[in-house]
């Protein structure tokens, strides 16, 4: 069965420091790979995926995701973080075609100034 | 403006009480979910469409049903063999490369 883990529950960072938030999959075949953000009580937006091709994806926000299938890992990063990047943020794992997605358990991010 | 339309976004329930959440998309997305959120556990899959007239079973389904008559429409009915209803649902529909979410409605059992 596929699943997603993201290791750190809560980060805290600069404004204008680099950020990575990890994520790591576990899935038989080459996997659907997604980054989500979500504000407080509200839904969730796409930053980026992964299908295929490049295994460097960017995405909204000056976000981008590296690939690699030999770690199982597909880390977030930014170079530099800004006061309205705190939000939870969801790595996620699908079968193709968004038959169906299994999430990770989210990390919060604060950003202090 | 096409999205996800996901009302009420505030919904309390009395213990032993069915209730419906609404669901309705202007995509023209043929696939459909339901998840469940809860404090540092994600999102859970409670079901899913994939076409009109069907659908399946999530992770979580016990104590929920969903209907499917028309494509832009997906309630959810959280029924009262659901034990621990009082959570954050996030409905969801999608093309094949990328899915958008409703706002959400907050339930609380009270």
């Known amino acids: 069965a596929q699943s997603v883990t993201q290791p750190d529950i809560h980060i805290t960072v600069s404004e204008g420091a680099s950020l990575e938030l990890r994520c790591n999959y576990s899935?038989?075949?080459?996997?659907?790979l997604f980054w989500y953000v979500q504000s407080p009580g509200q839904g969730l937006q796409l930053l980026l995926k992964?299908?295929?091709?490049?295994?460097l994806v960017q995405g909204i926000k000056g976000f981008e995701a590296e690939f690699k299938r030999s770690q199982s890992s597909f880390n977030l990063r930014k170079p530099s973080v800004h006061w309205s990047d705190a939000a939870e943020y969801f790595c996620?794992?699908?079968?193709?075609?968004?038959?169906?997605?299994?999430f990770g358990t989210g990390t919060k991010l604060q950003v202090i100034p | 403006d096409g999205g996800i339309t996901q009302s009420p976004k505030y919904l309390f329930r009395k213990e032993g009480q069915n209730v419906t959440l609404s669901c309705e998309q202007n995509?023209?997305?043929?696939?459909m979910y339901w998840y469940r959120q809860d404090p540092g556990q994600g999102l859970r899959l409670i079901y899913y469409?994939?076409?009109?007239?069907?659908?399946q079973k999530g992770d979580i389904a016990e104590g929920y049903s969903v209907s499917r008559e028309k494509k832009e429409s997906f309630p959810l009915t959280v029924t009262s063999a659901q034990k621990n209803p009082t959570a954050f649902y996030l409905c969801?529909?999608?093309?094949?490369?990328?899915?958008?979410f409703g706002q959400g409605t907050r339930l609380t059992v009270v």
């Open positions: 969801a529909s999608s093309s094949r490369v990328e899915a958008f």
């Open positions: 899935y038989g075949a080459t996997p659907y």
């Open positions: 992964y299908f295929s091709g490049d295994t």
């Open positions: 996620a794992v699908g079968s193709g075609g968004y038959q169906k997605v299994t």
């Open positions: 995509l023209n997305h043929d696939a």
């Open positions: 469409s994939q076409i009109v007239n069907d659908f």
